[in-house]
C-alpha cells in the first residue's frame, strides 16, 4: 500500500522531472533539427522501413518511429496500478526492490497519446555514454541498421542463405525497434543531462520497454526474440533474453507462454525460448555493438572538448550552459569523427573542425 504522503511525494517528484525534462527535452529538439547526421541518419532509417514487405510490421514500425510512445501503459494509468506489475516484477526476480521503488521504474509521460520527444533528438546512450546527444539514437540506429543490412548480406552469400532462409523484415526491423524507447527513459533535463532510466531482467529498462510495447501491439514472436536478442545472445545467453521477454509480458499483461515466446510462464525447468532463435536475432545482437568503440570515443572526446570549444573562454560560464554547447557540437559533427581526427591529427585539427562556418 502507498500511504497519502508518500503519494503526495511522488506527485510532487513526478511533477519536477517532468517540467524540468520537458524544457530539456525542446532544446535538445532544435539541436536535433540543425544537425545534419541526425537528419541523414533519420532520413535512412525512414527509407528502409518502406522495405519492410508485411504491412502490419511495417505499419507498426512506422507508427513507433513517428512517436515513439508506450501505449501498454495505457494498463497502468495510476500509482496503484504501477505499484502491482512492480510486485509482480519483483516476486518473479526480475526487479530489485530496494533499488528501484515503485516510483522509479517509469519514465514521466505526460500525455499518454504522445512520446516525450520525438525519436530525432533522443540520445543513444546515457549521459556521456556513446553517442549521449541529440540525435545520437538516430546515429547509433542507423549504424547498428546498416551493420545488420551488411551481415546478413554476408550470411546470404557465404552460406548460400535463400529469401526463405532469412527474413529480411526482422533485419530491418529488429535494429530500428530496440533502442526506440530511449524517447521516453533518456530524456532531457533543463541541465543537459538525462533522466536515469531503471534496471529491469538485469538490463536497462529501455529494453524491456520496447519488447512490452511490441508484445502490447501483437507484433510477432520471431520479431520479438530478434529485438529482445540486441542485449544478449539467445544461443548462448538463452535464459537472459527469455526473462528479458517475461518481465516485457508482465508489463502488457500478457502471458509469454501462449504468446509464444517462452516455454513456460514460471520457468520450473528454467527459463527458455519456446522455439531456438533465429539467425536474423543473432544478427541483430551481432548488428548491436557499435558502443564497444563509440563508448570510450566518447570519454576520450569529451576530455578533448572543453579545451577545444571554450580554451578558456567559458570563465564564468553555468555548467549547464557549458554542457548543451558541448552536446550541440557532438551532435553537429558525430563522435567517431571527432575522435578520429583527434586520434589521427590530434588537438589542433579538432578545434579546427569544431570551428564554426562563416556564413
Not at 78 to 83: I, L
Not at 186 to 214: K, M, V, Y
Not at 320 to 337: F, G, I, M, N, Q
Amino acid at each position: 500500500m502507498i500511504d497519502l504522503r508518500s503519494l503526495t511525494l511522488l506527485l510532487a517528484g513526478l511533477w519536477s522531472a517532468t517540467s524540468l525534462a520537458q524544457e530539456g527535452n525542446a532544446r535538445a529538439e532544435a539541436i536535433a533539427r540543425a544537425s545534419t547526421s541526425a537528419k541523414s541518419s533519420m532520413a535512412f532509417i525512414q527509407a528502409q522501413v518502406q522495405q519492410i514487405r508485411d504491412p502490419t510490421t511495417r505499419a507498426a514500425v512506422k507508427s513507433l518511429l513517428a512517436n515513439p510512445v508506450p501505449t501498454f501503459m495505457a494498463r497502468l494509468p495510476d500509482a496503484a496500478a504501477r505499484a502491482r506489475v512492480h510486485q509482480e516484477l519483483v516476486t518473479a526476480g526480475l526487479l530489485d526492490a530496494s533499488r528501484f521503488p515503485p516510483e522509479a521504474l517509469f519514465p514521466p509521460l505526460p500525455d499518454p497519446t504522445r512520446a516525450p520527444q520525438p525519436f530525432l533528438s533522443a540520445p543513444g546512450g546515457v549521459t556521456g555514454g556513446h553517442h549521449s546527444y541529440p540525435g545520437g539514437l538516430a546515429e547509433h540506429t542507423a549504424f547498428n541498421l546498416q551493420a545488420a543490412l551488411d551481415l546478413e548480406a554476408n550470411y546470404r552469400k557465404r552460406y548460400g542463405l535463400a529469401d526463405r532462409d532469412l527474413d529480411h523484415d526482422l533485419i530491418i526491423a529488429a535494429p530500428i525497434l530496440h533502442d526506440l524507447m530511449k524517447a521516453w527513459c533518456l530524456q532531457w533535463r533543463a541541465d543537459g543531462t538525462e533522466l536515469d532510466q531503471a534496471t529491469i531482467a538485469a538490463t536497462a529498462s529501455h529494453h524491456i520497454f520496447i519488447l512490452a510495447e511490441g508484445i502490447h501491439r501483437g507484433l510477432s514472436p520471431e520479431l520479438l526474440v530478434a529485438v529482445a536478442a540486441a542485449h544478449e545472445s539467445p544461443h548462448l545467453g538463452e535464459e537472459k533474453v527469455a526473462n528479458f521477454l517475461r518481465a516485457a509480458a508482465i508489463l502488457a499483461g500478457a502471458d509469454p507462454a501462449e504468446r509464444k515466446l517462452v516455454a513456460s510462464r514460471e520457468c520450473r525447468d528454467g527459463c527458455k525460448l519456446l522455439r531456438v532463435a533465429s539467425i536474423e536475432a543473432a544478427i541483430n545482437h551481432l548488428a548491436d555493438h557499435d558502443y564497444v568503440i563509440s563508448e570510450p570515443a566518447e570519454q576520450r572526446v569529451l576530455e578533448a572538448l572543453d579545451s577545444a570549444l571554450f580554451d578558456g573562454s567559458g570563465v564564468g560560464l553555468p555548467a549547464s550552459e557549458r554542457r548543451w554547447r558541448t552536446l550541440e557540437a557532438r551532435a553537429r559533427v558525430p563522435t567517431l569523427t571527432l575522435f578520429a581526427v583527434l586520434r589521427a591529427r590530434g588537438p589542433s585539427a579538432l578545434r579546427e573542425l569544431l570551428r564554426p562556418s562563416k556564413p
